[in-house]
């Protein structure tokens, strides 16, 4: 439960995060680009705004080896909510990125135990590889057009 002094505390915050996404809505509205910096630091973050020409509220983030969007708002408590939930969220994405990154590598494992087996029908593909040559040998498919035709020429005269 809040005490007096934490909701004035709660009240100054979002009063200044207010007045952070109303400059920079009103930067984007006369700028030209898109503008993205850092306002401050908040739980071992770095806090910063991200406004967009186009978009109707700017939006806070809180950034580290990742980072992590706050929901955006227009009033001062749901900014402080948004970003109080955006640092409750690390944990949590930290827990699943961490149980993926397991996941694919024990995947890469199986994939290179895979690869490092033989291949178990190599004795029967050149097997095959030699026949499919001889084929190719005594039917002579590697022959142009001309000289075949010059040969059965003969053949035919010989016969004759």
Do not use: W
Request: net charge negative.
């Amino acid at each position: 439960m809040l005490t007096k002094r934490d909701d004035v505390c709660v009240s100054a915050a979002g009063d200044a995060l207010r007045g952070l996404v109303k400059a920079a809505r009103e930067e984007v509205r006369t700028g030209s680009r898109m503008i993205e910096r850092v306002v401050g630091h908040f739980g071992g973050f770095d806090l910063g705004i991200l406004a967009a020409r186009g978009e109707e509220t700017p939006n806070l983030y809180l950034a580290g080896h990742c980072l992590y969007n706050a929901e955006p708002y227009q009033t001062g408590p749901a900014l402080v909510a948004a970003v109080l939930a955006a640092l409750a969220s690390v944990g949590k994405l930290h827990a699943d990125a961490m149980a993926q990154l397991e996941t694919r590598r024990r995947r890469l494992e199986a994939i290179r135990l895979e690869l490092a087996r033989p291949f178990e029908h190599e004795g029967r593909l050149t097997d095959l590889l030699v026949k499919q040559r001889e084929l190719l040998r005594q039917l002579d498919l590697d022959k142009d057009e001309a000289g075949s035709a010059k040969v059965d020429s003969e053949e035919a005269r010989q016969a004759a």
